[in-house]
């Protein structure tokens, strides 16, 4: 430790062990029985844990409407049901899904949140088109596995803490904003008394420009992307 912040507006949260969840859902074949629904300290969706037949215990997202005692399955034979994992090629168009895999193998990397849902909107040779949380629609390869339905804990940004500690709790500190400050201490700062930013554009902490695009223009996936998420 070098004794500097090196992360503004975090540190000091209570301690809390990871669970391993199963983002890949690779039991293919294998059905499984719900025998648990648990907390998370980790994310904002509840878990589930699954008994396998071939004797394995995981813990997967728990979407809205999983039971306990359920059984679920993934694969290409799997059913299209809530809590199934199966490529997306095979779930009908209009199914809501969630933990999507991007890269064929990797393990789901996005829609993993409380709450949120995306879309099979259409097919078109071997990818489909979903529609993501954020708007956006993106083609992505139709082998990539999803599991049908939305997550649960559908309002945890409902919910009040109630006091500063709820929130030291978690690891985040005050936030202070720059304006407020002295010039040394944020590029904002300084003035004599209410004084907006003074500059071109707002800038960061570290002084850089906290305007416009941040996204690189010649990503390589930006081909897969075919609206926009800010698009009118």
Known sequence: MSGQVVVRH?????????????????????????????????????????????????????????????????????????????????????????????TRGKGGQIVRSA??????????????????????IRKIFGKNFATVGQLGNIGWKDEVLGKAGASRHRGIRPTVRGVAMSPRSHPHGGGEGRSSVGMKAPKTYAGRVAVGKTRHPKKSSNKFIVKRRNEK
């Open 10 to 102: 975090q540190g000091g949260r209570h301690k809390r062990f990871y669970r391993d969840i199963d983002f890949r859902r690779d039991k293919l074949g294998i059905k499984g029985k719900v025998v648990a629904f648990e907390y998370d300290p980790n994310r904002t969706t509840d878990i589930a844990l699954v008994f396998y037949a071939d004797g394995e215990k995981r813990y997967i997202l728990r979407p809205e409407g999983l039971q306990i005692d359920a059984t679920i399955m993934s694969g290409d034979t799997a059913e299209v049901q809530v809590g199934n994992a199966l490529p997306m090629e095979k779930i009908p168009v209009g199914t809501t899904i969630h933990n999507v895999e991007l």
């Open 115 to 136: 709450g949120n849902q995306a879309t099979i909107l259409s097919r078109e040779s071997e990818y489909v088109q979903v529609r993501l949380p954020s708007g956006e």
